[in-house]
C-alpha cells in the first residue's frame, strides 16, 4: 500500500552505463518530482510533471530525461553515467491544493564507479 | 530566486528537553507555504509540519510546533519533550506556485540541521 514507490532502491553502476529509475504512486496525485540528494544532504529540484506535461526543468544536464506516461508514473532516465551523478534520487507527488503537501518515496540509492 | 536558510548545521538536546531549529527565507512573494520535513537515518522524507503565509496563527502538531514571523522571513521548529525517535536530519522548505494557471508548485529545501537526541 506504499503512496509513492521507486525502483529498484539501490543501484551500482560503471560509468558511462545508462540507467532508468522507475517511480509510481497512487495516491491520485496530478503532479510529480525528481530531487537529487547529494553527498552532504542537499536536496535540489530536478524536474517536475503535471498531468504528464513538463512544467519545472532545473539546470540539469541533458543526460537526464525524464518520461512520464501516465499521471501515475514519471520515470527518470539517465545516459552515459559520469561518478558526480552518484546520489540519492526522491522521487515525489502531491495534488493540486496550495497547502499540499509534497509526497516523497523512499529515494534510490545511485553510486556509478 | 528563493532561498532557505538553516544556520544550524548540527544540534543535540537531551531526552525529554526542547529544541528549537531556525529557518530563514528570501521571498518577495506574498503568497506561499512553508514546511518542515525530516529524514531519519532510513532516509524517508517525512512531513512534520506546514503553515500558510496567510495564516497568523503558528502550526502545532502534538510536540510540534512553528514560530513564523512573516515581516522577518522566519520560520522556527520548536520541539518538545524531545524523544530519541527525533533524531533525524530536519529541512525547512518553501513552497511557491511557478506558473500560472494549474497546480504548478515548486517546493526549495534549506541544506538542513542534523538534531541529536541523548539520551
Known amino acids: 500500500d506504499t503512496a509513492v514507490s521507486q525502483t529498484p532502491k539501490y543501484l551500482v553502476t560503471q560509468m558511462g552505463n545508462d540507467k532508468s529509475i522507475k517511480c509510481e504512486q497512487n495516491?491520485?496525485?496530478?503532479?510529480m518530482y525528481w530531487y537529487k540528494q547529494d553527498s552532504k544532504k542537499f536536496l535540489k529540484i530536478m524536474f517536475s510533471?503535471?498531468?504528464?506535461?513538463?512544467?519545472i526543468n532545473e539546470t540539469v544536464p541533458n543526460r537526464f530525461s525524464p518520461k512520464s506516461p501516465d499521471k501515475a508514473h514519471l520515470n527518470l532516465h539517465i545516459n552515459s553515467l559520469e561518478l558526480g551523478d552518484s546520489a540519492v534520487y526522491f522521487c515525489?507527488?502531491?495534488?493540486?491544493?496550495?497547502?499540499?503537501?509534497?509526497?516523497f518515496g523512499n529515494g534510490t540509492r545511485l553510486t556509478v564507479t | 530566486a528563493q532561498t532557505v536558510t538553516q544556520s544550524q548545521p548540527e544540534m543535540s538536546v537531551q531526552e525529554a528537553e526542547t529544541v528549537t531549529l531556525s529557518c530563514t527565507y528570501d521571498t518577495s512573494e506574498n503568497n506561499y507555504y512553508l514546511f518542515w520535513y525530516k529524514q531519519p537515518p532510513s532516509r524517508q522524507m517525512i512531513l512534520v509540519i506546514r503553515?500558510?503565509?496567510?495564516?497568523?496563527q503558528n502550526a502545532t502538531e502534538n510536540r510540534f510546533s512553528v514560530n513564523f514571523q512573516k515581516a522577518a522571513k522566519s520560520f522556527s521548529l520548536k520541539i518538545s519533550d524531545s524523544q530519541l525517535g527525533d533524531t533525524a536530519m530536519y529541512f525547512c522548505a518553501f513552497m511557491k506556485h511557478v506558473y500560472s494557471g494549474g497546480s504548478n508548485y515548486k517546493l526549495t529545501f534549506g541544506k538542513g540541521t542534523l538534531l541529536t537526541v541523548n539520551p
Open positions: 510533471y503535471n498531468n504528464k506535461e513538463l512544467i
Open positions: 515525489a507527488s502531491r495534488i493540486g491544493a496550495g497547502n499540499s503537501p509534497l509526497h
Open positions: 495516491l491520485g496525485h496530478d503532479t
Open positions: 503553515q500558510e503565509a496567510y495564516k497568523q
